[in-house]
């Protein structure tokens, strides 16, 4: 069995697995040629979705052509950013809508096509940013990548959750099967990509690690307080600051902020379905499983 990675043969099955939406996309940009795209074009559906609308055939055809140019050493290499109206032509293909100049960034930067992934100080950082604190409710996705961000603006912040652990929807839905149901490339930052997912829609334990090494890489643990609720948050226009009571085992306690991030997410925890009030509840008498909050169990 040939097992270099860089045979022809291995390179074409291996991409029989992508999306081939995306792969043709990828040639039409490459060759600089639209044909295939006229060809192809009515197959090309949800952008978030597997192309499952293309024929086998197609497929197949679409994995051989980028194979033998990439093998071929046919690849520009060139970035598209080159060429603005063709990378937005191109992107409209993708998304299948018009697409706005302001979203133009926002595909470069998943695309990786973009270096400033990071928020930053337009100019000079503000002396009296040290005066500042921010207060982040929630250390799931979104608390996370707020934190990073003011990390390293140098702005000071404290996160609090309620959970022993950060990653919310992703520590506490772990139910059989539990998945994305978006491409797992959207569940990681834009500034610390993830590249190497295991699957199209990658299992909660995946997404769970790598939001832990999220964590670890950018030195969250020490700003986090775990297994503290937020009870309760007021601005108090005297004082210009956020007054916020927080409850954790050993109690209660005040903490004040200048600024304050709620990132608590929408219900995270899972539901367990509840029988109907009256008449005969399908599947009476079977076990019932919890599937999450309201999310399809696995693809
Ligand atoms: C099974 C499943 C699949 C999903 N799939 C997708 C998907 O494919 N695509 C997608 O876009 N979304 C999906 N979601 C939605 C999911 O909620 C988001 O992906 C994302 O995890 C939300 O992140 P978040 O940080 O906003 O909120 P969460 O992950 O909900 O985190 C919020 C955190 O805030 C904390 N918190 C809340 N209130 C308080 C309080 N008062 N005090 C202290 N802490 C508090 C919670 O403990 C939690 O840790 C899915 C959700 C589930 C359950």
Request: charge should be neutral; hydrophobic fraction near 35%; include cysteine.
């Amino acid at each position: 069995m040939n097992t270099n990675p860089l045979d022809r043969g291995s390179i074409e099955q291996n991409l029989l697995q992508a999306d081939t939406a995306a792969l043709l996309l990828a040639l039409v940009e490459d060759t600089g040629d639209d044909v295939l795209l006229e060809e192809y074009r009515p197959y090309i559906s949800n952008p978030l979705t597997l192309s499952e609308d293309f024929s086998e055939e197609a497929r197949q055809r679409i994995a051989r052509l980028v194979a033998e140019r990439f093998v071929g050493g046919g690849l520009r290499g060139e970035s598209i950013t080159s060429a603005p109206d063709r990378f937005r032509r191109l992107s409209e293909e993708a998304a299948q809508r018009h697409v706005e100049e302001r979203e133009l960034d926002l595909f470069r930067k998943e695309m990786g096509l973009l270096e400033d992934a990071f928020v930053d100080w337009a100019g000079e950082r503000p002396a009296q940013t040290d005066q500042y604190r921010v207060i982040i409710v929630g250390a799931g996705l979104s608390g996370i990548a707020t934190a990073i961000h003011l990390k390293r603006m140098g702005i000071n912040f404290t996160i609090f959750d309620r959970y022993d652990g950060a990653g919310g929807t992703w520590l506490v839905n772990t139910y059989p099967g539990c998945a994305v149901d978006i491409l797992s490339h959207y569940f990681s930052y834009s500034f610390r990509r993830k590249n190497d997912w295991t699957s199209y829609y990658s299992p909660q334990p995946e997404v769970l690690q790598y939001l832990r090494e999220v964590v670890a890489e950018f030195g969250l643990e020490e700003h986090i307080r775990f297994g503290t609720t937020v009870k309760s948050a007021k601005f108090d226009e005297g004082t210009q600051r956020w007054m916020v009571h927080v409850e954790d085992r050993g109690g209660g306690a005040a903490r004040r902020g200048r600024v304050l991030r709620v990132r608590s997410g929408r219900p995270e925890r899972p539901q367990h379905p509840r029988p109907a009030r009256h008449g005969p509840v399908p599947g009476a008498g079977r076990p019932l499983g919890g599937l999450g909050p309201g999310y399809r169990c696995h693809r």
